[in-house]
């Protein structure tokens, strides 16, 4: 299966400010998603990006395809925005690889 | 339009017994899959239905079976339950398992096996 590595595994940022998020993974992909995983387990959607640039509201995020990596951005940070973001990518069908995850944590 | 629904939300298990999992997929999607999250881990892939039929399989024992229904709903049973079990079990719902496309998740069973 894919291997996939994120980092930092762990931040902590004060409230307004931005970060970048990185996702490295092993092999040729044709699906991708980041999202967020929130205190009750739930993992939100954030975008589904298996090559290019998407944004929405205050994140972005872009997949280098041929590289092998995915960069989240989250500008202007809120506390809201704590928790456990992972990248998924995958290549066969819908099944997708999920690494550890970076942990953020916003502090006001 | 609701989304993936699982059930039960939290459920106690004994070493040793069976336990049945259940997961609706978010409307006008045909493909579940079903992934486990142990504490401080990313979810690993188990398995995926397709037309009533396992198509994929990850890394898991036989211990793990599972269901796909007619109306597209699935269920996941795990049998002679181990500590190593419990986990966080997540349902994920798509359209047309080969081809690439978004998946869309529950908001998971926590399963805790003593």
């Known amino acids: 299966g894919i291997q996939v590595e994120q980092s930092p595994p762990d931040l902590i940022l004060q409230e307004g400010a931005n970060s970048t998020l990185r996702c490295n993974f092993s092999?040729?992909?044709?699906?991708l998603q980041w999202f967020h995983q929130n205190p009750w387990g739930q993992l939100i959607n954030l975008f589904y990006?298996?090559?290019g640039t998407k944004q929405n509201g205050r994140l972005s995020a872009t997949t280098v395809a041929t590289e092998r990596y995915s960069l989240l951005y989250i500008s202007s940070s809120q506390t809201t925005d704590s928790g456990v973001y992972f990248c998924?990518?995958?290549?066969?069908?819908?099944?997708?690889?999920f690494g550890t995850g970076t942990s953020l944590t916003v502090i006001p | 339009d609701a989304g993936v629904t699982q059930s039960p939300t939290h459920l106690i298990k004994t070493r040793g017994q069976q336990v049945t999992l259940r997961c609706s997929p978010k409307?006008?999607?045909?493909?579940v899959s079903w992934y486990q999250q142990a504490l401080g881990q990313g979810p690993q892939f188990i398995f995926q239905?397709?037309?009533?039929?396992?198509?994929q399989r990850g890394n898991f024992p036989d211990r793990f079976s599972g269901h796909q229904f007619p109306n597209y709903s699935s269920e996941l049973n795990v049998n002679a339950l181990l500590l190593g079990d419990s986990a966080l079990y997540l349902c994920?719902?798509?359209?047309?398992?080969?081809?690439?496309?978004?998946?869309?998740f529950g908001q998971g069973t926590r399963l805790t096996v003593v």
């Open positions: 994920a719902s798509s359209l047309a398992f080969m081809g690439p496309g978004e998946a869309f």
């Open positions: 998924a990518p995958g290549n066969t069908g819908n099944q997708f690889y």
């Open positions: 409307s006008g999607h045909d493909t």
């Open positions: 092999d040729s992909v044709n699906n």
């Open positions: 990006i298996p090559s």
């Open positions: 239905y397709y037309e009533e039929e396992e198509r």
